[in-house]
């Protein structure tokens, strides 16, 4: 039908806008955030652009859903003004004939979200916080200034002469004691800071090494061609990120008892599996809901700001319904179901309004 198409190109470019829009105000906010730790630590453009656009996908989740449900509301508060909607229901249109557009968009909504959280937000998570990690573990390069000596780390002292072409260190001196036990002192004629995925690393050229004790004996001193350094704050830390956050962790791994180190961390994990597997129909459950508030009975102006009323207090109500099962869920294990139930009962219970026969011309009001 004619009706139904025009309605749901209006719905999709409404939502998207509204999306846009949603999502813009959140990049903005994450940036300012972000923004703080890739200036500190001296990263890139296109570091900042990455970790920027990769933790966007798990806002997806809550953003759309609700710019589906801004969206309904809105285009149908414009084609009541324009009486298309009173004209849809005298010439005999049911509630569920008249929804066949949002829930066309519903159902479109869910599947982009069932993709992001199985696929896009997992994989998109993982490059957000390795290169997180990366930027956090690295000893950035404003802090290595010319002729000056810099304490790069708790016990690490670092002195270099002069910088050079494609980021060669000359004339380096390092005063590095970390280790309670020694202390350790190397010149290097020059050096270069090398790309690794776990810790920051200064491979040093034609320099020595000499050690000193705690009760400060010399030892050997040795003379070397090359040899590097690794900039850890103390030698015990991890050299890799091994913690793997839920977000990017696969809805299979959720699940699994296996892959949890404790007991509360599996019942965690556990839930949410079950919310990347059930919270992609919100998007469905927002905008069929407030479809079938909109069209039960008779739809009149005088009462549209009641249905709106109703409207924003349905879908605030579920997504505090979400959000409490999830809670719950993550706590006791039996109630990993009320999940499923947060989102199938806007559902189910939108069906049942959707239940009533078309109201006759003659009561439609003007």
């Not at 449900?69 to 849809?88: C, G, K, P, S, Y």
């Not at 200034?145 to 270099?160: K, S, Y």
Request: hydrophobic residues 50%.
């Amino acid at each position: 039908m004619q009706f139904n198409l025009y309605i749901f190109r209006q719905l999709l470019r409404n939502t998207l806008s509204l999306l846009f829009v949603l999502m813009s105000i959140i990049w903005l906010f994450q940036t300012i955030r972000i923004l703080e730790l890739v200036v500190n630590r001296g990263a890139n453009l296109s570091e900042f652009l990455i970790m920027s656009v990769a933790s966007m996908p798990l806002w997806l989740m809550i953003a759309v859903p609700i710019s589906g449900f801004i969206a309904i509301n809105w285009v149908f508060n414009r084609i009541l003004a324009d009486r298309e909607l009173l004209v849809m229901q005298s010439v005999g249109l049911s509630p569920l004939q008249l929804a066949k557009a949002p829930i066309f968009l519903g159902v479109l909504l869910t599947g982009f979200l069932a993709l992001n959280s199985a696929y896009i937000l997992p994989a998109s998570f993982g490059i957000y916080k390795d290169l997180q990690f990366k930027l956090r573990n690295s000893i950035p390069d404003i802090l290595l200034r010319d002729g000056v000596f810099i304490d790069v780390l708790d016990g690490m002292t670092m002195f270099i002469g002069e910088r050079g072409k494609d980021s060669v260190l000359r004339d380096i001196f390092i005063h590095d004691a970390r280790d309670k036990n020694r202390t350790i002192t190397l010149t290097a004629n020059n050096g270069k800071f090398i790309e690794t995925a776990t810790i920051p690393t200064l491979a040093l050229q034609n320099g020595e090494r000499s050690e000193r004790t705690a009760s400060g004996k010399n030892g050997a001193v040795l003379l070397f061609e090359t040899h590097s350094v690794k900039l850890l704050k103390t030698n015990d830390n991890p050299t890799e990120r091994n913690a793997v956050d839920m977000n990017e962790d696969t809805i299979t791994n959720l699940l699994s008892a296996d892959k949890a180190t404790s007991k509360t961390y599996y019942l965690q994990r556990h839930a949410e599996g079950h919310y990347r597997i059930a919270s992609p129909l919100l998007g469905f459950a927002l905008v069929f809901l407030s479809t079938a508030i909109i069209l039960r009975g008779q739809v009149r102006r005088d009462i549209w700001s009641r249905r709106i009323f109703s409207n924003v207090a349905a879908c605030v109500i579920v997504i505090i319904f979400v959000v409490v099962t999830r809670s719950l869920a993550s706590n006791i294990f039996e109630l990993w179901p009320l999940i499923y139930l947060a989102v199938a009962a806007p559902i189910l219970f939108s069906f049942w309004l959707m239940r009533s026969r078309p109201v006759p011309t003659s009561v439609v009001a003007t």
